[in-house]
């Protein structure tokens, strides 16, 4: 009987009252046969207790649950529901998304304006080396292939290491998150959209001063 379990077991009564609201947690337990608890006075209570395989695809059933039950609703997820408390650190952890949002594109910015600044700084320098597989006999077309190469690369590594960062780093939100993976796939595609604009107009500027003459 699990009454007789929850008795006998201080482990398994702590585990119990941590499904109860907060203000009754700290209250001693006790378990009568039922007889004696028919014979109590006091009005009772019922525990519901639902268990899902997937949280996320079942929350509006349990909001269901409780709105049949006549629960005030706690904003503040102080009272032991999960559903609620799902509530509350969702509704805090929309505003770190946007942060995030805005933080990407900063970062962006200033990584593309930095490799640009970068590679249109090395114009000059690798300018020579160009002018003199042009004298020797390459073809105009193989030192584009040569400067989309060496773009690419430049920016490719900084990109993947980026992205790998990050995927890495949202492990950390598995305690505070359902999936952190669920919606990752639109910061890169717009991460990628604008990181591949600059890079084309880098290679559009580098090759337009390396290969002008």
């Given at each position: 009987m699990l009454g007789a379990k929850i008795a006998q077991d201080p482990e398994v009564q702590?585990?119990?009252?941590?499904?109860?609201?907060?203000?009754?947690?700290?209250?001693?337990?006790g378990v009568?046969?039922?007889?004696?608890?028919?014979?109590l006075a006091e009005k009772s209570k019922n525990l519901i207790l639902v268990e899902t395989?997937?949280?996320?695809?079942?929350?509006?059933?349990?909001?269901?649950?409780?709105q049949s039950s006549n629960l005030k609703?706690?904003?503040?997820?102080?009272?032991?529901?999960?559903?609620?408390r799902y509530r509350f650190y969702q509704t805090g952890l929309v505003g770190f998304e946007y942060l995030g949002f805005f933080l990407e594109i900063a970062f962006l910015v200033m990584l593309v304006s930095c490799l640009m600044f970068k590679v249109l700084t090395d114009c000059n320098l690798n300018q020579p080396g160009?002018?003199?597989?042009?004298?020797?006999?390459?073809?105009?077309?193989?030192?584009a292939?040569?400067?989309?190469?060496?773009?690419l690369l430049v920016f490719a590594i900084p990109?993947?290491?980026?992205?790998?960062?990050?995927?890495?780093?949202?492990?950390?939100?598995?305690?505070?998150?359902?999936?952190?993976?669920?919606q990752i796939v639109w910061?890169?595609?717009?991460?990628?959209?604008?990181?591949?604009?600059?890079?084309l107009l880098t290679y559009w500027l580098y090759r337009k001063t390396l290969l002008k003459n």
């Open positions: 702590v585990e119990f009252a941590s499904f109860l609201p907060p203000s009754l947690q700290k209250k001693a337990l009568l046969p039922a007889a004696d608890f028919q014979r395989k997937n949280f996320a695809q079942s929350k509006n059933k349990i909001k269901q649950i409780l609703e706690d904003p503040s997820g102080q009272s032991g529901q999960k559903y609620y160009y002018q003199i597989l042009a004298k020797i006999g390459t073809s105009k077309k193989l030192l292939r040569t400067l989309r190469q060496e773009l990109a993947g290491l980026g992205m790998m960062h990050i995927l890495l780093g949202l492990q950390i939100f598995r305690g505070f998150l359902l999936n952190p993976y669920s910061p890169i595609v717009i991460f990628l959209s604008l990181y591949g604009i600059y890079c």
